[in-house]
């Protein structure tokens, strides 16, 4: 494989891996601010030690985040030094921010959270949770800035010719706001929300067909449950807003999303396969629903793949499937929360085995939309890494060799095994030992240097 590839592949590898974590804990974050405000609101002290539980979990999935996010920081000065060089300027501003209103806000706070319980007064400890999940959320707010700006850059000019070009910002609140930013945010975060709900749902479902910590258990799933049936009807609405972004501003991108080459009334494929040589796609698809839901208008031409040069069209086929794979399984957890409500509903939630079983295997899934999400986002941006400034080819750093990219792509690959051995040690440590035994032995100190 050639540097660019290989390059691709670390990058791709390192922020997959470290994106298991960011969703947990914005999700988590949410749900901790529910759970204190009941304890809060009715003085129940179920709800404090199910808060407590779920903290040290938090604690746990945000030094993951942390540990795992720093790689990426030295591959863009590593690997794409001529990127960061064109980008300096915009990304500068973004990640500067997001250091400063973002994960100083979390860091400082969660010291609060964690070390807080018998320090502080219980209003001060649900304002650091409040602060703490603000925090989650405005680091989320930068990063996706920041890429978004990639998909659509505004408010900069480019000074600079050849090799040292770089953009510029000339409007910082144009970078911020770039056309793209709002709708990818909002469904960026309603991607962590359903993930952070779906893992509570799946440890208190585990809990309940074990029969331990049942009256907690229940207490935290259907907490969990109206903020995943919250979330994921509206991924409905970021979805199609994202979708309308989309084919606004990408249009190439938009049409590997449905294998749409030429310039038509567009359809929705429900699955299918792309055959790109023979430009046609096999599957079951509604006709015209594509030109509805972007135009409301069925009978309206998408602007086909075949309208742009062949080296400026993403891989269609791989951007299909993974789009419709994050499709079926938004559906999936509209259709699962929702009947999860109606058996609340009907007092046959907790009796339904089946049903906590399907929530205990469900964890993963978040995590398989919020992945192939961003690589049909990501790949349908290229051969961009700026959309139509500038070529990912171009953005590699010029003295790095192939054979440097692959040594330190397999060291990041057993680093990261090791990590991921551990977190699920840790957590699974954690999940057995229960929150109710947390209480029985309430020492925080304790319990928070174990993780």
């Known amino acids: ?144 800035v920041a890429n978004s700006w990639m998909q659509t850059p505004t408010g900069y000019h480019i000074v600079g010719e050849g090799i040292m070009a770089r953009a510029e910002i000339t409007d910082f609140w144009a970078m ?5 930013s709002i709708e990818r945010l909002s469904h960026t975060i309603g991607g962590a929300w359903i993930c952070g709900a779906f893992l509570v749902m799946s440890v208190s479902a585990y809990y309940l067909i074990k029969k331990r910590h049942v009256d907690s258990s229940k207490s935290a799933f259907k907490i969990a449950l109206f903020f995943a049936a919250f979330a994921s009807l509206l991924q409905l609405f970021t979805g199609h807003s994202s979708a309308v972004q989309v084919a606004e501003y990408q249009p190439a991108k938009l049409a590997a999303f449905e294998g749409h080459y030429n310039t038509e009334p567009g359809d929705l494929y429900l699955f299918g396969w792309v055959f790109d040589d023979e430009q046609k796609v096999v599957g079951v698809k509604v006709p015209g629903m594509l030109s509805f839901l972007v135009y409301f208008d069925a009978s309206k031409p998408v602007t086909g793949l075949n309208d742009f040069p062949p080296e400026d069209r993403p891989p269609v086929n791989l951007v299909f499937q993974t789009y419709h794979i994050m499709i079926a399984l938004g559906m999936f957890f509209i259709a699962f929360t929702l009947i999860g409500v109606f058996l609340l509903w009907r007092g046959k939630l907790f009796d339904t085995e089946l049903y906590l079983k399907i929530a205990v295997a469900s964890v ?5 939309a919020n992945q192939v999400g961003w690589i049909s986002a990501e790949v349908g941006r290229q051969p961009w890494i700026v ?32 990590l991921l051995v551990l977190f699920l040690f840790l957590l699974n440590g954690k999940i057995k030992h229960g929150p109710e035994d947390y209480l029985q032995n309430d020492n925080s100190d304790e319990s928070v240097k174990s993780i």
């Open 1 to 144: 494989m050639d540097v660019e590839i290989l390059s691709r592949l670390q990058f791709a590898f390192t922020i997959m891996f470290h994106y298991i974590y960011p969703p947990m804990s914005i999700g988590l974050g949410v749900v901790l601010v529910f759970m204190e405000g009941m304890y809060l609101k009715t003085k129940n002290p179920m709800y404090e030690k199910m808060t407590k539980f779920w903290v040290k979990i938090f604690a746990l999935i945000f030094a993951m985040g942390v540990a795992t996010g720093i790689v990426m920081e030295f591959e863009f000065g590593t690997n794409w030094a001529t990127y960061s060089r064109f980008v300096g300027d915009v990304f500068g501003s973004a990640l500067a921010a997001e250091g400063i209103f973002a994960f100083f806000l979390e860091s400082g706070f969660l010291a609060i959270l964690l070390f807080g319980w018998d320090k502080v007064g219980p209003k001060m400890h649900f304002f650091s949770t409040i602060m703490v999940a603000t925090g989650a959320h405005m680091s989320a707010v930068w990063i996706v």
């Open 387 to 418: 959309y139509g400034l500038m070529r990912t080819s171009e953005g590699l750093s010029k003295v790095v060799s192939a054979d440097n990219v692959l040594f330190s792509l397999i060291l990041f690959t057993l680093i990261y095994a090791l």
């Open 364 to 368: 993963l899934l978040p995590h398989i």
């Open 176 to 180: 911020v706001f770039n056309p793209s």
